[in-house]
């Protein structure tokens, strides 16, 4: 209904459709229900030059929920199950996410008793995580979450065997809930009460709307990028990017979610993951500034961490770009360089989560390259990173910033959180000079260093 949409597409077909239509200005929306495979499209898929290719990623519609927060010990996979009654074919499914992940359907099985449902299969790491269900039809009634990685496992109605290492139990009246969920005592209930959803507006609608998603499930080196993007002024705002290989074994075809020669693109509010070459490459775009080479913010980037290459954001060929207040986690480098004459970035209020996997995952990198004048090893030219926070403590090759070689005209590092106490923060090879750190942070209880310090190796 937005008068600035030019374009509603839901299917691979309707969005060929529309990029070979689209001109500059235009704008592309990406239905939030989208599944958009684009395996094996032949030459790959171009957004041409001004077009905007959205999709309403965040948008908020139904406040009803109930939060709960749970730990796991060991990674693995986890079933979810629900103890539900649903009375009727109307009443019987919520929403449910993990950890703000993709929002899922969650259906019930119909009928006046409570019976054990089972929602599905998520990939979980150590740790805190939170899980979340939302109204989505009324009357649905929840007892209890039993979370197990035992994937064979088949609750008891009478809940007799919820206890020991590979359970955990949720009542589900201990979570944060918001109306119209609401908490219903019940002496049969297990903890003596349950939520329950009651009628009114808003029901069926996605509580947060995760975003259209492209995918891209090819290994084929023909076709190495989901979206290629095809002139100057291109935006990618609001959408789930997703590749194929979220995990740190190598590969040999590597793969990019957005690949940019092209100036002043722009990337925000998206979540890109399962790039196992890069979420998004910039290759010679630089400009008069890092804004002008490309503008990446306020994305979710994560599992980009293939072993060897792995990278959240790649500049390269002499390109540079605005890197900002972005989240990444489980990437073996957030934001790398090739190194070459050109090469730079400009880093400011990213969080660096505490997941590092990889091997040697440091999270901001720039490479080194032979100086075209033959008195040493360049790495790129003008590095700035301000204002960040890195949270990963371990393993020691998670320092935060490696620079790997001299920039031509410097790597200026200051005003940065580093929980990482193993060693130095920044540790630069092939040289020992280009680098300013001043006035950062360092370990979890902030102690404050008004220069340094570096490692060189």
């Known amino acids: 209904m937005d008068s600035r949409i030019d374009y509603t597409v839901a299917t691979t077909d309707e969005l060929l459709t529309a990029l070979s239509s689209a001109e500059s200005g235009d704008v592309i929306y990406v239905d939030e229900m989208a599944r958009i495979d684009l395996t094996d499209i032949p030459g790959g898929v171009t957004v041409p030059e001004g077009v905007t290719l959205a999709g309403n990623r965040g948008e908020r519609k139904t406040a009803g929920s109930a939060i709960y927060s749970f730990e796991i010990e060991e990674p693995g996979d986890y079933v979810v199950w629900g103890l539900a009654s649903a009375s009727h074919e109307e009443s019987d499914s919520f929403w449910i996410s993990v950890d703000g992940k993709e929002t899922r359907q969650w259906d019930l099985e119909a009928g006046s008793d409570w019976r054990w449902n089972r929602e599905g299969v998520h990939r979980l790491s150590s740790g805190q995580h939170t899980l979340a269900t939302h109204w989505r039809e009324e009357d649905s009634k929840l007892d209890g979450i039993l979370i197990t990685d035992d994937t064979d496992y088949l609750p008891d109605v009478a809940m007799e065997e919820r206890s ?40 069926g609608e996605f509580p947060i709307s995760p975003g259209g998603r492209l995918s891209l499930a090819s290994t084929d080196p023909d ?172 393993p020691l090759g998670a320092y935060p910033i490696a620079i790997r070689g001299v920039p031509r005209d410097g790597a200026y590092i200051d005003h940065n959180w580093f929980y990482y106490t193993q060693a130095e923060p920044v540790w630069q090879t092939d040289g020992r000079s280009g680098i300013t750190m ?20």
């Not at 994305?299 to 980009?304: E, G, L, M, V």
Request: charged share 20%; hydrophobic share 30%.
């Open 164 to 203: 020991g290492r590979r359970y955990t139990w949720i009542e589900a009246e201990s979570g944060t809930i918001s109306p119209p969920m609401e908490t219903t005592p019940d002496s049969v209930a297990s903890g003596g009460a349950y939520v329950s959803v009651p009628d009114g507006p808003g029901k």
């Open 223 to 394: 076709y190495p990028a989901g979206l290629i993007i095809g002139g100057e002024n291109v935006r990618i705002a609001g959408l789930r990017i997703e590749g194929p290989d979220k995990d740190t074994d190598w590969v040999d075809e590597k793969l990019i979610g957005i690949y940019c020669p092209y100036q002043n693109l722009e990337v925000d509010n998206c979540e890109l993951l399962g790039w196992n070459g890069a979420a998004v490459t910039m290759a010679g775009t630089g400009g008069s500034d890092m804004k002008t080479g490309g503008y990446i913010h306020h994305n979710y980037i994560h599992h980009c961490q293939m072993d060897g290459y792995g990278y959240g954001i790649a500049v390269s060929a002499g390109g540079v770009a605005l890197i900002e207040a972005n989240y990444f986690d489980y990437c073996r480098h957030a934001i790398a360089g090739t190194g070459v004459a050109g090469d730079g970035y400009e880093a400011r209020y990213n969080i660096c989560g505490p997941h590092a996997f990889a091997t040697s995952p440091h999270p901001f990198d720039m490479h080194g390259r032979p100086d075209p004048d033959g008195s040493g090893t360049i790495a790129g030219d003008t590095i700035r990173i301000h204002h960040n926070t890195f949270l990963a403590t371990q």
């Open 438 to 457: 001043t006035d950062n942070l360092i370990g979890p209880e902030q102690n404050f260093h008004e220069e340094g310090p570096i490692r060189y190796i």
